[in-house]
DNA sequence: AAAGCTTTGTACCGATCGGTACAGACCATA
DNA sequence: TATGGTCTGTACCGATCGGTACAAAGCTTT
């Protein structure tokens, strides 16, 4: 239910994620929908964010942090991200929130999400053998390196674009 | 008169901009604003989108394809760049409408706007002593870093981070 | 001042928006 | 089979959506 939900918003963005659009997407009722999410769009909308930020804590985030080998965890996350965006066919749902006005109603989710995501990858970096102020540096860099491909994709319609940016930027990491 | 209506756009994305939102920030009613564009809303979107990208062509993507300078064409295209979007307090409107559903409808601006900057940028980076496919695979990253820039900046509210990152990108281009 | 154009405010249109009310369907327990 | 709670389809709500109609206001030209 939450991933069908998911696709909507991350498809027409939370202003434009309409009740209809939603019954048609779950093929749930509106008398369903609202028993299920009786605070209505905006609670559908946060448990979208938390079960995306719940799913990247499990499969990237934590490896990031707490694989015995942090490159290992690094290239798990470039194949996670790769698969998750469907090599760039699909958009990050919390870069459109981040971008939209809806940012403000859910700035603690927006924020959170890329917060951990910054902190894990920073950690993994350190380990990997960066220093403090390289690591910070550089998971600033890839984590807008991930969310520009996805514009520049989308934007391109060019599904490729995606692949070659997400392997410039582990090929960074790597030292080219 | 395009630029409030840019800055409206550009806040609300095209689905949540809504005609009373664009009479307000314009000071124009509805009859103005129909007199003035027959087309309604898409007309309106159109013309901006046209405006921004006469803005770049002239600002940015010229003095990358034809200064003397090669080097001094990026220079000052991080510069205006930073203005632009107001080191990252502002977004980037061609962006909100890749991410979004109206990248349909307006597909050919969206697309020609970054197709655009990123020839401009690779023949720059090409005259500046790179490789054809150095340059090619440069620019299509500093675009997304700039992109991405402007999500993790408005996500975490931190204009720096989008100056930050910008910085970088400039010292990537210099060699580090 | 008269005539003819452009510009504007306002009232209005049908459609759709997010949300509510509620009767009946469903289903488990007894 | 009766009962009580969980679901769900439908009708409806006021508000707002994008867009239209049109008359009055302004401004130019004669």
């Known amino acids: 239910m939450l991933p069908k939900l998911g696709e909507?918003?991350?498809?027409?963005?939370?202003?434009g994620a309409s009740l209809t659009l939603i019954t048609q997407a779950t093929g749930l009722g509106k008398g369903s929908l609202y028993h299920l999410f009786p605070g209505g769009k905006a609670q559908m909308a946060k448990e979208v964010l938390a079960e995306i930020d719940g799913w990247f804590e499990r499969e990237v985030f934590a490896p990031l942090r707490d694989g015995a080998d942090a490159e290992a965890g690094i290239a798990h996350m470039f194949k996670a991200v790769d698969a998750y965006f469907r090599s760039g066919r699909r958009v990050c749902l919390v870069g459109v929130f981040a971008l939209g006005a809806a940012?403000?109603?859910?700035?603690?989710a927006v924020h959170g999400y890329f917060d951990a995501w910054c902190e894990a990858l920073a950690q993994a970096l350190r380990r990997a053998g960066f220093s403090r102020s390289e690591a910070m540096e550089l998971s600033e860099d890839v984590l807008a390196g991930i969310q520009g491909a996805l514009v520049l994709a989308r934007a391109a319609d060019d599904a490729k674009m995606f692949t070659r940016a997400l392997k410039r930027l582990a090929k960074r990491i790597a030292g080219d």
């Open 8 to 15: 909507v918003f991350r498809t027409y963005g939370y202003e």
């Open 103 to 108: 940012r403000d109603e859910f700035s603690a």
